[in-house]
DNA sequence: TAGATTGTTAATCGATTAACAATC
DNA sequence: TAGATTGTTAATCGATTAACAATC
């Protein structure tokens, strides 16, 4: 709403860290909040912070700051967090059946309505009030409900296979736990994809603790 | 090794991600590449490439290219996955279950020694080889020990509490996937930490899926 | 040697920080 | 009004890209 200049990519990506910081505050009971406090809680400067929230709008008042609660609901538009948007999850082992559990996809925009695995022993089954289905019934289920986002945990080797016979249903998300890195240049076929490499992380974990450990001596 | 200029930060959060693509290009059996061939692959600018490689000594050959096995032995020396730190996880829930069978960590530099959970019907269980402790033994068990790393799939409520005492009991490192943010100013304590917010990621494919949406129209 | 491709410098671009006038 | 704090411009910093000489 309001302005929107051009909110940048770096803008962006911390959009979602700004939201939790506010959400954070407004569970303190928080109702109003400078620049500078909050620079000094999330360790970014107060100028950055200015120059961020500036992007999407004039939602600050001078000598007074900024309304906590103004800013969170109109950092979940930008978002799109005020909407939801069917999902189906692809592979319910164990990162499949934790991702659904712990994510509370409700409030980040999604709804998970589907779930689907090929081990017999889990079709049948129900996760999250979730049926799980036969991945033989990806197609016939999107014909009827049209998701337009899949949580693909499922191993590297079909990530392939089945991302295409998903985009082929009508799919144009990808929430991707698979360690295939689903090609960037989808975006030209209008699709988008977020790949979640959680080893990467662990890999520059490790790389902190070499740096920390060696200057310790 | 070799002259290793200043890697600037940005070298380092893309070296687990080379690090992934020339694991891929071994597994192919590709022996050597051209910075323009793996720019390709990679999706980033041929320029970037050689200027990222060179940061870290010169392994290219002009006229010839990069030694894949090469590059890839000294991107794991620099992120120190060529070593093992003790690492315990806090937290067997469907999350930590998930991890600890999901991430190959021998690999990525570390070593699970510890599993340890509130919950009595897991206490006793084993996964991955590994015994689950309550958390009551925390203490008596880095003392014998001495893990360095500790990765936390608790609750945010808790959080705060475990992490101090996993501090006051030796750990140096964290890899974090409860939806508290560990300080960053810990670094000045000598700890560091890598925050894993999965729910960021779910929020950035919203975003993208709505500018997809209203662009369409 | 000729062709290919790096290493490296210089130019560009974008993002962050500093500063302060505007204004609540 | 005086004090606080934003909005916004200008200055700085760092990262990316372009270009080409060096060299395998």
Redesign the interface.
């Known amino acids: 709403m309001a302005h929107e200049k051009n909110i940048s990519k770096a803008v962006?990506?911390r959009?979602?860290?700004y939201?939790?910081?506010l959400g954070e505050l407004l569970n303190q009971g928080v109702t109003r909040i400078s620049s500078r406090l909050l620079s000094e809680k999330m360790?970014i400067t107060a100028s950055q912070i200015r120059q961020d929230l500036n992007c999407f709008g004039g939602f600050g008042q001078q000598g007074y700051g900024y309304n906590v609660n103004v800013l969170y609901e109109e950092i979940a538009s930008?978002?799109?967090?005020d909407?939801q948007?069917d999902a189906i999850l692809i592979g319910a082992g164990?990162?499949g059946?934790?991702?659904a559990?712990?994510?509370?996809?409700e409030q980040?925009?999604?709804r998970l309505i589907g779930i689907f695995d090929e081990n017999p022993a889990l079709i049948g089954q129900t996760i999250k009030g979730v049926l799980v289905r036969s991945t033989d019934k990806i197609e016939p289920f999107c014909r009827v409900y049209h998701p337009?986002?899949a949580i693909l945990c499922i191993p590297k080797t079909v990530t392939k296979e089945i991302s295409d016979r998903l985009i082929d249903a009508g799919v144009?998300?990808?929430?991707n736990f698979s360690?295939y890195?689903l090609?960037?240049?989808q975006k030209e076929r209008?699709i988008?994809v977020?790949n979640?490499?959680?080893?990467?992380?662990?890999?520059?974990?490790?790389?902190?603790?070499?740096?920390?450990?060696s200057e310790?001596n």
């Not at 930008?78 to 967090?81: A, P, R, T, V």
């Not at 490499?197 to 450990?213: A, G, I, P, W």
């Open positions: 962006i990506k959009l979602p860290r939201y939790r910081f360790g930008i978002l799109g967090l909407r948007v164990n990162l059946r934790a991702v559990n712990h994510m509370e996809f980040r925009g999604f337009t986002a144009k998300g990808f929430w360690h890195d090609a960037l240049n209008g988008v977020e979640v490499h959680m080893s990467d992380s662990l890999m520059t974990l490790s790389y902190e603790l070499k740096t920390l450990l310790e």
